[in-house]
């Protein structure tokens, strides 16, 4: 059974940063695309950082270049969101996800089948 817990969402000023950690279990990690996906309130869940665990590629959101960075430790089976110069727009809860061979930019833009529970990051002004 797939398993993915998010850990490390919190309160943080702007411009303040903070990382974002999944663990995953229940798979063959580096058989998988892993990322993050955020959802406001009243809006749409979006992809924001991916990666293919089996040769590290990587995706990110528009929004979130140059200062979010997606990073996969595969001897721990962990995904991690370091999450630098946060805006108040980057408030929503942050979700890991997982879908069986898909590559980073697949899983992005589109969906994965496997989630875990989320993690709320607030980001005041």
């Known amino acids: 059974e797939v398993q993915l817990v998010e850990s490390g969402g919190g309160l943080v000023q702007a411009g303040g940063s903070l990382t974002l950690s999944c663990a995953a279990s229940?798979?063959?990690?580096?058989?998988?695309?892993i990322g993050w996906f955020r959802q406001a309130p009243g809006k749409e869940r979006e992809g924001v950082a991916c990666?293919?665990?089996?040769?590290?590629?990587?995706y990110y959101a528009d929004s979130v270049k140059g200062r979010f960075t997606i990073s996969s430790d595969n001897a721990k089976n962990m995904v991690y969101l370091q999450m630098n110069s946060l805006k108040p727009e980057d408030t929503a809860v942050y979700y890991c996800?997982?879908?069986?061979?898909?590559?980073?930019?697949?899983?992005?833009?589109?969906?994965?089948?496997?989630w875990g529970q989320g993690t709320q990051v607030t980001v005041s002004s």
């Open positions: 990666i293919s665990v089996g040769d590290d590629s990587t």
């Open positions: 229940g798979f063959a990690f580096d058989e998988y695309g």
């Open positions: 996800a997982a879908e069986y061979r898909f590559s980073d930019y697949d899983l992005c833009t589109t969906w994965g089948s496997s």
